[in-house]
């Protein structure tokens, strides 16, 4: 499986991002998909996670209400909305695949992503 993100940027705060991970490979509804984010001098966590069905999510607590995850399958896209955008959320953002043997799991756990895409740099900032 092959990854790619991209829709990076900067924004002022309260403005809104749409960051994109592309897919490819084989059986790609058996691969759980993740956001990730690396905030300089901190260490890699979990933002949001959706499963292969695209019918199960997770969010991070802090941007619940504020980012959306969704994926069409039909386009191999999975997409990251990010509204209310805060300072804090200022990372690099990644998007990892984890392989499932359900296409109705979704995974927040990092050590379980064994492909990444290149990641995409995000500023908040006025």
């Known amino acids: 499986v092959q990854l790619q993100a991209s829709g990076g940027g900067l924004v002022r705060p309260g403005g809104s991002l749409r960051l994109s991970c592309a897919l490819s490979?084989?059986?790609?509804?058996?691969?759980?998909v993740g956001w990730f984010r690396q905030a300089p001098g901190k260490d890699r966590e979990f933002v949001a996670a959706i499963s292969g069905s695209a019918d199960i999510t997770n969010l991070l607590d802090s941007v619940k209400g504020r980012f959306t995850i969704s994926r069409d399958n039909a386009k191999n896209m999975v997409y990251l909305q990010m509204d209310s955008m805060k300072p804090e959320d200022t990372a690099v953002y990644y998007c990892g695949a984890a392989w499932t043997s359900s296409t109705r799991t979704m995974i927040t756990t990092e050590s379980r992503y064994k492909y990444w895409g290149q990641g995409t740099l995000v500023t908040v900032s006025s």
């Open positions: 490979g084989r059986s790609l509804s058996h691969y759980a």
